[in-house]
């Protein structure tokens, strides 16, 4: 009985194992070349439109169906499960298919795992600072408007990139996308970290003005 059980447990087992190699080899993506990816459940190609629409699921299991731009997509799988390019470059100043496919994969890695909780924290302080010390608007609002365009001179280094990918040492062009990905990453952290300290910093201002 107890062989019995341990077998049929095993066979269980083994029979959702299967079920989620078929499902992760038959999982349809759709990669745009801001390193962004999607599961694609449906998709329609609008040539005449230059669009590229398709359905996919939130984490929340909501179904949603998004549109890009064909030139923003780099590949995604039809419906034959093949690999289909979108980009092409149309001179040879533009990147080659493959760099393409690195720099993307680049962007892909900067977009799940670079964090730039420093420039958060510190468009917070810089901002709220700014706004509570100074009494004038101009000069006090001037601190996260700074702060925020210095934010774009900021970028992961490659030695950063290296030590997260040792493989792709070599990859400039992995290495291009994750630098100017995660870029555009510290500067949207730097905006929200300036705002959220600017207004702080006057709620704080303005409930000491009262007392």
Known sequence: MIMKFFMYSVFTALLILSVNILNAQTEKQIRLLNGKTDVVLKYSVDYDANMFYYQTEKPTGKLVTRSVLLEDVFSYTDSL???????????????????????????????????????????????????????????????????????????????????????????????????????????????????????IGLIIKSILSEN
Do not use: C, W
């Not at 093949?82 to 393409?100: F, G, H, T």
């Not at 900021?154 to 062009?173: C, G, M, N, T």
């Open 81 to 199: 499960n093949e690999l289909k390019i979108v980009y092409a470059p149309i001179d040879e100043e533009q990147m080659s298919v493959k760099d393409m496919d690195a720099y993307v994969q680049g962007s892909s890695f900067a977009r799940t795992e670079y964090k730039p909780y420093l420039a958060l924290a510190g468009g917070f302080i810089v901002s709220g600072v700014g706004v509570f010390i100074f009494d004038n608007p101009v000069v006090g609002l001037s601190f996260p408007i700074v702060y925020s365009a210095s934010m774009a001179l900021v970028k992961p280094s490659r030695d950063e990139f290296i030590l997260r990918h040792p493989q792709y040492a070599d990859d400039e062009a992995m290495l291009y996308g994750y630098q100017r990905s995660g870029k555009n990453k510290t500067v949207k952290y730097g905006v929200i970290g300036s705002a959220g300290g600017a207004i």
